[in-house]
């Protein structure tokens, strides 16, 4: 793909060599004269003079010597290049010979189903949808256009799955939530008769987890981000664009609302509510039906505003030496007291 034709698809102005051929893309120390790479910020800017890429995405303005796309974003536009540059592999369009279909099912124009794949009743996968080898669909089930499930993703019956979602291998959607009731000394389970209901560009890690819920609905907005090894609980919410990382945890009834930002390993109790654009840094806790603001940054255990948190943790570091001064003066005293005394 040459320089030109990279600025034509992004729409962006570009300087010197536009018949220069891209291949690749590499990070600026490693690029060579067939590779992409970007400008990103002023340790990028100092990296990208001694760099051989063939190309650089600067913001405008920038000078360098080489050839250049000028974006406002250069981060955002790589990405967009490197879906072009390096296109995902698709299988054939079809029913491979071992998938088994059951009645009634409902299949777009394009879509291909792996080896080993089983799709349950009534379940309908829209245009373009591919399913990787050993997944298994339940029945009642829909999955937009151009959805990409991986190899031996689960989904219970009746949830609801938007366009274009990627699901990575070993995550379940739509499994009992963690429900039961003490009777007579004995717990017994609360039947989970809910559902889950996913919106568009949904993207959900390798071996993470989303409940259905117990009554109503565990819902899922547009364009939220799921990382590795998250579980989501029955009757959860969670709002457009909402991006959660690796091994977090959301307790039944959480609601997380648009463009919130959680870190990895965050534990979020029971009914508790993130506002909008609030930002939860990874490791944090929040405790049963608190509630984090909008825009707001917090830490740690119980969780709380960040220059809060910074501050306690400074004072932590202090102990030892306060524990110090405080034995210090009390062997004073002890002096004193013993002089008092003599």
Same mark, same amino acid.
């Given at each position: 793909?040459?320089?030109?034709?990279?600025? !034509?698809?992004? +729409?962006?102005?570009?300087?010197?060599?536009?018949?220069?051929?891209?291949?690749?893309?590499?990070?600026?120390?490693?690029? &060579?004269?067939?590779?992409?790479?970007?400008?990103?910020?002023?340790?990028?800017?100092?990296?990208?003079?001694?760099?051989?890429?063939?190309?650089?995405?600067?913001?405008?303005? !920038?000078?360098?010597? !080489?050839?250049?796309? #000028?974006?406002?974003?250069?981060?955002?536009? #790589?990405?967009?290049?490197? !879906?072009?540059?390096?296109? $995902?592999?698709?299988?054939?369009?079809?029913?491979?010979?071992?998938?088994? /279909?059951?009645?009634?099912?409902?299949?777009?124009?394009?879509?291909?189903?792996?080896?080993?794949?089983?799709?349950? *009743?009534?379940?309908?996968?829209?245009?373009?949808?591919?399913?990787?080898?050993? &997944?298994?669909?339940?029945?009642?089930?829909?999955?937009?256009?151009?959805?990409?499930?991986?190899?031996?993703?689960?989904?219970?019956?009746?949830?609801?799955?938007?366009? $274009?979602?990627?699901?990575?291998?070993?995550?379940?959607?739509?499994?009992?939530? %963690?429900? %039961?009731?003490?009777?007579?000394? $004995?717990?017994?389970? #609360?039947?989970?008769?809910?559902?889950?209901?996913?919106?568009?560009? %949904?993207?959900?890690?390798?071996?993470?987890?989303?409940?259905?819920?117990?009554?109503?609905?565990?819902?899922?907005?547009?364009?939220?981000?799921?990382?590795?090894? =998250?579980?989501?609980?029955?009757?959860?919410?969670?709002?457009?664009?909402?991006?959660?990382?690796?091994?977090?945890?959301?307790?039944?009834? =959480?609601?997380?609302? *648009?463009?919130? =930002?959680?870190?990895?390993?965050?534990?979020?109790?029971?009914?508790?509510?993130?506002?909008?654009?609030?930002?939860? +840094?990874?490791?944090?806790?929040?405790?049963?039906?608190?509630?984090?603001?909008?825009?707001?940054?917090?830490?740690?255990?119980?969780?709380?505003?960040?220059?809060?948190?910074?501050?306690? /943790?400074?004072?932590?570091?202090?102990?030892? *030496?306060?524990?110090?001064?405080?034995?210090?003066?009390?062997?004073? /005293?002890?002096?004193?007291?013993? *002089?008092?005394?003599?």
């Amino acid at each position: 793909m040459k320089v030109r034709e990279i600025a !034509t698809m992004l +729409g962006a102005p570009w300087t010197g060599d536009g018949e220069r051929e891209i291949v690749g893309a590499a990070p600026l120390a490693e690029a &060579c004269a067939t590779d992409l790479s970007f400008v990103g910020n002023a340790k990028g800017a100092k990296a990208a003079e001694t760099s051989q890429a063939g190309c650089l995405l600067v913001t405008p303005g !920038t000078e360098l010597g !080489t050839a250049m796309i #000028f974006v406002l974003q250069p981060r955002g536009a #790589f990405a967009r290049c490197l !879906t072009v540059l390096y296109p $995902r592999r698709r299988a054939a369009v079809g029913v491979h010979p071992t998938a088994v /279909l059951a009645e009634g099912v409902e299949l777009g124009d394009g879509v291909s189903i792996g080896p080993m794949t089983s799709v349950g *009743e009534g379940t309908k996968i829209g245009a373009g949808s591919e399913i990787q080898a050993g &997944c298994a669909i339940g029945a009642g089930v829909t999955i937009g256009d151009a959805a990409l499930l991986h190899a031996r993703v689960t989904i219970y019956d009746g949830v609801k799955l938007g366009a $274009r979602a990627v699901l990575h291998s070993g995550s379940v959607i739509g499994a009992d939530g %963690f429900g %039961f009731v003490m009777h007579e000394g $004995r717990y017994q389970k #609360f039947p989970q008769v809910g559902r889950v209901e996913i919106g568009d560009d %949904f993207e959900l890690g390798a071996n993470a987890c989303v409940d259905r819920a117990a009554l109503g609905v565990t819902r899922i907005g547009d364009g939220v981000k799921i990382d590795n090894m =998250v579980h989501i609980a029955h009757n959860c919410e969670i709002g457009n664009h909402v991006v959660i990382a690796a091994q977090t945890g959301l307790s039944g009834g =959480v609601i997380v609302e *648009e463009y919130a =930002v959680i870190g990895g390993q965050v534990g979020i109790g029971d009914k508790a509510r993130i506002e909008s654009k609030a930002i939860l +840094g990874s490791g944090c806790g929040v405790l049963t039906s608190k509630i984090v603001h909008g825009n707001q940054v917090v830490w740690g255990t119980p969780a709380r505003p960040l220059k809060e948190y910074l501050t306690q /943790l400074a004072n932590i570091t202090k102990v030892g *030496e306060m524990r110090l001064e405080v034995k210090a003066l009390r062997a004073r /005293l002890d002096a004193l007291d013993r *002089e008092r005394d003599a």
